[in-house]
């Protein structure tokens, strides 16, 4: 059974930085396209934003809102995928979930980021 477990988040000022951790088990990670959401305060699930990916490769992509500010990246010897998130802005606050096979796929229990201004 698939099971993936974020950590990292908690309270920034603004223009501040976090680490998103993402540990899997059950599954390999490089073997599979991995995703950040966010669901910001007060959306559904099915308004969760794709915020970014890493696919078998390695390669990247983001979403324009955190494009620049932004890093995916995996250690395959740790099964663990990273975001690194740097000048954070309060409209970054969200809960932040891992993901792997896609909105029918497997997510964590999410990890809770809060920007104040």
């Known amino acids: 059974q698939v099971h993936l477990v974020e950590s990292g988040g908690g309270l920034v000022q603004s223009g501040g930085s976090l680490r998103l951790s993402c540990v899997a088990s059950?599954?390999?990670?490089?073997?599979?396209?991995t995703y950040w959401y966010r669901q910001a305060p007060g959306k559904e699930r099915e308004q969760r934003e794709l915020?970014?990916?890493?696919?078998?490769?390695?390669?990247?992509t983001y979403s324009d809102s955190v494009k620049g500010r932004f890093t995916i990246s995996r250690n395959n010897a740790k099964n663990t995928v990273y975001l690194q998130m740097n000048s954070l802005k309060p409209e970054d606050t969200a809960v932040y979930y891992c993901?792997?096979?896609?909105?029918?796929?497997?997510w964590g229990q999410g990890t809770q980021v809060t920007v104040s201004s």
């Open positions: 993901n792997c096979g896609g909105s029918g796929g497997f």
């Open positions: 915020v970014a990916s890493i696919n078998i490769p390695g390669w990247p």
């Open positions: 059950g599954t390999y990670l490089h073997q599979r396209t």
